[in-house]
C-alpha cells in the first residue's frame, strides 16, 4: 500500500484555496474596516473574530450534512463547488461596497458591507469540513498522516501565493501616503486562484469512485475500524474509544489555547516587554510559520515510523519547552535575537507535529460514513479555543503583566500533554509483515 502523492496534491488544492483566501481576509479586511470605514479596534475586532463562533455552528452543522448527502459528484464536492462559487461572487462585491463607501459615505453602505461580509462568511463555513473531509475520504486510514502533511503543506502554499501576489501588486512604494487603495485587483485574482483550483481539482479527482475504493479497502481491514454500527446505521461508539475521542478534542482545545495565544498578542506582546517593533515580532512569527512548513513531510513519515500519539507528544514537550525558552529570553534581552530565531524555528517543527496527526486520530475513529462530522467535531474544539484564547490572554496580561503571555502558553500546552496520556485510539496500526508490506514502502 502506498500514498497516492499526486492525488493527495489533487485533493489538498481545495485546502490551498481556502487558505489562500483566509491569508487575503486577515490581511485586508481589518484595513478596510478601520481605514475605510472608520470603525475602532474594538468594534473591528468584533467582525474580525465572527469566523471563529460563526464556525463553531457551521463547521461541524456542514461536516454531518456532507456526510449525509449522496449525490453523482459524491458527498463532498457539491459543497465544495457551491461554497466556492458564492464566495466568490460575494467576495468580489465587498471592494465595489469599500469603494462605494470611500466616495460617498452613508450608514446603508456600510451596513451592506457587514452583511455581505457576514454572507460570505457562512459560504466560506459551508464547505471548509466537506474541503477537510475529502482527503480521508479518499486516503487509507493509516496513510492519512502523511497524506495530511501533504495537505497542510498544500495550505501553505495557498497562504504564500497570496502574499506572493499581494507583494507584487501592492508594494510599499504604491501604497504609502494613498488616502484610499482600490482593493478590487486583489480580490479579483484571489478569486482566479480559488476557481482554477477547484476546477483542476474537480476535473482530475472522482470522488465516488475513488471514495468507493477506500471504502472496499478499509472493508478488507475491519480491525482499522474502531467504531461500531448499532444496527441501523447510525454511528456506536465503544465506551473506550469514546473516553479516547473527549480527551483528544480537549488536548486540542487546550494547545490551540496556548499557541493562538502567541499567534494573536506577541506583537503587542514584544513591543510592551521589549519595545521592539512589528518588524522583528513578524519576523519570529514567519520563522515559525516556515519551520512548520519544511516540517510537514518528515513529521509524517516519523509519525509513520513511531506513531501518531508519540509523535503530537514529542511535539507537545517541545512546544511547552520552547514557550518556556521565550519568556526567559523575551524577559532577560532587550532586543530578538539569534537565539530567539532558533525557538521559534523550534515552535514551527513543534506545531508541525502536533496539526499533522491530530486530524487524522479524530477520524480514525469513525467509520467512514461519519468523517464530515468528526471533522467537525475537530475543528468545533479548535475553533472553540480560538475564540476564548484572545480574550483569556488579553484579560491576564492586562490585569496581571504581560510578562504572563509565554508562561500562560506553556501551561495549557503542558495540560494538553496529561489529557492525551488518556487518549488511547487513534494511532495508525501498521499491518504485520508477511503478505503486504503494507506501511514500509510508501515512495513514489
Not at 75 to 80: E, L, V
Not at 132 to 141: F, G, R
Not at 316 to 339: M, P, Q, R, Y
Request: proline share 5%; aromatic share 10%; net charge neutral.
Amino acid at each position: 500500500m502506498k500514498l497516492n502523492n499526486k492525488r493527495t496534491v489533487l485533493v489538498g488544492l481545495a485546502f490551498l484555496s481556502i487558505c489562500a483566501f483566509w491569508q487575503m481576509y486577515d490581511n485586508v479586511v481589518p484595513l478596510i474596516l478601520t481605514k475605510t470605514f472608520h470603525l475602532n479596534e474594538s468594534f473591528s475586532g468584533a467582525i474580525m473574530a465572527a469566523d471563529n463562533v460563526l464556525a463553531l455552528f457551521l463547521l461541524p452543522f456542514f461536516g454531518t450534512l456532507s456526510d449525509r448527502t449522496s449525490s453523482r459528484l459524491g458527498k463532498r464536492t457539491p459543497y465544495i463547488l457551491a461554497g466556492t462559487a458564492a464566495a466568490v461572487v460575494l467576495l468580489n462585491i465587498l471592494p465595489l461596497l469599500d469603494n462605494a463607501y470611500y466616495e460617498s459615505p452613508s450608514p446603508g453602505k456600510m451596513a451592506a458591507f457587514v452583511i455581505l461580509l457576514g454572507l460570505l462568511l457562512i459560504a466560506m463555513g459551508t464547505y471548509r469540513s466537506p474541503a477537510v473531509a475529502l482527503m480521508p475520504d479518499v486516503t487509507p486510514k493509516p496513510l492519512r498522516s502523511r497524506a495530511n502533511a501533504i495537505i497542510n503543506l498544500m495550505g501553505a502554499v495557498g497562504g504564500i501565493i497570496y502574499l506572493a501576489v499581494a507583494a507584487v501588486m501592492y508594494p510599499n512604494s504604491k501604497v504609502l501616503g494613498m488616502e484610499h487603495v482600490n482593493y478590487q485587483p486583489l480580490f479579483l485574482v484571489v478569486s482566479v486562484i480559488m476557481i482554477v483550483s477547484i476546477a483542476v481539482m474537480f476535473a482530475t479527482i472522482r470522488e465516488p469512485q475513488l471514495a468507493a475504493e477506500n471504502q472496499a479497502l478499509e472493508a478488507r481491514h475491519p480491525e482499522w475500524n474502531l467504531a461500531e454500527d448499532d444496527g441501523s446505521g447510525n454511528e456506536l461508539l465503544p465506551q473506550n474509544v469514546r473516553r479516547s475521542l473527549i480527551f483528544l478534542l480537549a488536548s486540542i482545545a487546550l494547545w490551540f489555547i496556548g499557541y493562538n495565544g502567541i499567534t494573536t498578542w506577541f506583537t503587542t506582546y514584544v513591543d510592551q516587554v521589549m519595545g521592539q517593533g512589528l518588524g522583528g515580532a513578524s519576523t519570529c512569527l514567519l520563522i515559525a510559520t516556515g519551520g512548520a512548513i519544511i516540517s510537514y513531510i518528515p513529521i509524517g513519515h516519523l509519525a509513520h515510523r513511531i506513531g501518531r500519539k508519540k509523535t503530537i507528544m514529542t511535539g507537545i514537550i517541545l512546544l511547552a519547552a520552547c514557550f518556556l525558552g521565550g519568556f526567559f529570553l523575551t524577559t532577560a534581552f532587550h532586543s530578538i535575537n539569534a537565539v530567539m530565531f532558533i525557538v521559534f524555528a523550534l515552535v514551527g517543527f513543534a506545531w508541525a507535529a502536533i496539526n499533522v496527526n491530530s486530524l487524522p486520530m479524530v477520524v480514525e475513529m469513525c467509520r467512514g460514513s461519519d468523517i464530515g462530522k468528526f471533522t467537525g467535531y475537530y475543528y468545533t474544539a479548535s475553533m472553540a479555543a480560538q475564540v476564548v484564547t484572545p480574550i483569556l490572554a488579553g484579560f491576564l496580561m492586562r490585569n496581571i503583566s504581560y510578562k504572563v503571555l509565554f508562561p500562560y502558553a506553556a501551561c495549557f500546552v503542558a495540560l494538553s500533554f496529561v489529557t492525551m496520556t488518556q487518549v488511547r485510539h487513534g494511532d495508525a496500526a501498521p499491518e504485520a509483515k508477511g503478505g503486504l508490506e503494507a506501511f514500509e514502502d510508501m515512495d513514489d
